[in-house]
DNA sequence: CGGGCACTTGATAACTTTCAAGGGAGGTGG
DNA sequence: CCACCTCCCTTGAAAGTTATCAAGTGCCCG
């Protein structure tokens, strides 16, 4: 499903007004599109990418790999996502990005970043910006896996995945498309996968969703987010001068 | 224990060239100094604060209360460390900060960051880069959280504060002063006191630390990353163009 | 129609929390 | 100068949450 909007437009001008000229520079950025099957790496740990990766349709992962061969995923992406803006100046990659579904995906040469933090402020500080919520769910994430129920956390989880797919157009009503299998989920919230599945019943027992499928419905986001713990403030999703 | 160097100006000179010019700017950034007290509040969530506060001196963390009462500390602040650059940005702080032990904080002005934005892109881009290693130390921590043992998740913490203290020459050989009480330590780590202390006492008795009143003393430096199954590449300990 | 993958279920085991209490060190007031 | 209070660390036992192990079901795709 092509859109004619660059989401990562979408997403910005969600935070702060961006010029004609901005979005052109930001369009203009993108040197190609390159489509990656579901599972395949898109970027690899210990790479140093000479260009970062936008996601423009698609689902995908950061993760980390530990000794016993279980698998952490730090961030879930949806369209608009930056998935390794930080390498530009991080350089070496800490953790590799896999595509959960289909991807397709734009290069950002890493000259065209320099050249836009050196003559672009306003448009770099939105960049910054970008990263900065990154680092924002991250912490949300650490907050909600250290201390919340495992319960808890899945509801967290989901109110977070519904109002980003929201704001970048995917969701049609309290319904947004999830192809996430339950393992994937288990790596996400440091579950196992069965304990995913149990906790997924309960909150479906609950009334507060349906997921069959890849359809999540919300079927009472008060509920849902009292549960969860959930407030949207990490997001920022307020239109503000930056 | 005031030092001459600003911590901030050695952090970021290990990760690349500083110019003349820049830690002139960096060091006129700084209007005032103040003293915060331990356990007090630095920023608290919600706030919208119009300046960001720099760490000169003493340990800092990030947290966040959830309903039952329980806290998470999302991130733990050294010398050197921003606490809040990212509320130049993100506006409004989604999380407080509290001073862990009595900290010497410098205070610098959001405008001025615009004005460094707008006029010194390499600055910025260490700025930039000083919360995306904020993030990687994130992603890190939440690999820690959901995949390693409590055990393993201590040693991993340890090599980190380890080698973070280190970087800014805060270590006096293998050892280094850590104020933190073994409940900050639970907060951290997303595990509750009685347990904190019961894995203490393994990796003492294991041999790999000494932990006496603040004196953390690292015994087995190979081991103990080996329990923690830590690598410093998140870090980015790398002096290199950015 | 067979195979594979994702989801589901039940039973047991492991890890971590909670509850309860005692010990030790430092600071303060009488 | 000592008693006492408080905060932090430590220990033991019981409870709770989540993982692991083991199967079985359902569905999509070749």
Redesign the interface.
């Known amino acids: 499903m092509t859109r004619m909007t660059n989401p990562l437009i979408l997403k910005l001008e969600q935070r702060d007004r961006l010029s004609d000229d901005e979005k052109k520079v930001l369009e203009s950025a993108i040197t190609r599109v390159r489509i990656v099957e579901a599972d395949e790496d898109i970027v690899r740990e210990?790479d140093r990418p000479n260009e970062s990766s936008l996601l423009l349709d698609g689902f995908a992962a950061?993760y980390?790999i530990?000794?016993n061969g279980?698998?952490?995923i730090?961030?879930l992406h949806v369209p608009g996502d930056f998935l390794d803006l930080?390498s530009f100046?991080?350089?070496?990659m800490?953790?590799g990005v896999l595509a959960l579904t289909t991807c397709r995906i734009a290069a950002v040469p890493h000259v065209t970043l320099e050249k836009i933090?050196?003559e672009y402020?306003h448009l770099?500080?939105m960049l910054?910006?970008n990263?900065?919520?990154?680092?924002?769910i991250?912490?949300?994430?650490?907050?909600a896996?250290?201390?919340?129920s495992a319960t808890a956390h899945m509801a967290h989880l989901i109110c977070e995945l519904y109002l980003r797919l929201k704001a970048v157009g995917r969701a049609e009503g309290d319904m947004v498309q999830l192809p996430i299998t339950q393992a994937e989920l288990g790596?996400t919230?440091?579950l196992s996968t069965v304990h995913v599945n149990r906790v997924l019943q309960e909150l479906r027992k609950e009334g507060l969703i349906r997921f069959q499928g890849d359809a999540l419905t919300i079927l009472d986001w008060e509920r849902l987010k009292k549960v969860g713990?959930f407030t949207s403030?990490?997001l920022?999703l307020?239109n503000?001068d930056?």
Chains 1, 2 share one sequence.
């Open positions: 210990g950061r980390k530990v000794s279980r698998r952490q730090s961030a930080h100046l991080l350089k070496t800490d953790h933090t050196d402020p770099t500080r910054w910006l990263t900065l919520i990154d680092g924002a991250h912490r949300e994430w650490l907050t896996m250290g201390r919340l790596d919230l440091g713990e403030t990490y920022s307020q503000e930056r």
